[in-house]
């Protein structure tokens, strides 16, 4: 069975740091490209961060600078460093995977193989 299981959401403050995890199982991990994308409450899907097998990643300009990517294929996990928060971060994070060569920047459900179930983040004081 495949599952991918998000944790390390929850409520911080303005300026604040959270890191997400993305526990990926059922599925090879290490062959598929991995992305982040979140939903505010209201809105759409973003895309939010994506990242290769081999390490090259790729980022929404609203998060660039301030949120990091990355994966541990040993241990079948993807992260999202998420600093400097803003209150326009606040949503249901998403972690989702796609078997390809490329990061994927989409956001459609047949966009990828498999969704995660979320985990939200609070920005707020």
């Known amino acids: 069975e495949v599952q991918l299981v998000e944790s390390g959401g929850g409520l911080v403050q303005p300026g604040g740091s959270l890191r997400l995890s993305c526990a990926a199982s059922?599925?090879?991990?290490?062959?598929?490209?991995m992305s982040w994308v979140r939903q505010a409450p209201g809105k759409g899907l973003e895309w939010v961060s994506g990242?290769?097998?081999?390490?090259?990643?790729r980022y929404a300009d609203s998060v660039k600078g301030r949120f990091t990517i990355s994966r541990d294929n040993a241990k079948n996990t993807l992260y999202l460093q998420m600093n400097s928060l803003k209150p326009e971060d606040t949503a249901a994070y998403y972690c989702?995977?796609?078997?390809?060569?490329?990061?994927?920047?989409?956001?459609?459900?047949?966009?990828?193989?498999?969704w995660g179930q979320g985990t939200q983040v609070t920005v707020s004081s």
């Open positions: 989702a995977a796609k078997r390809s060569g490329w990061v994927v920047t989409g956001t459609r459900p047949n966009d990828y193989d498999y």
């Open positions: 059922g599925f090879t991990f290490s062959s598929h490209v």
């Open positions: 990242i290769n097998s081999r390490g090259g990643t």
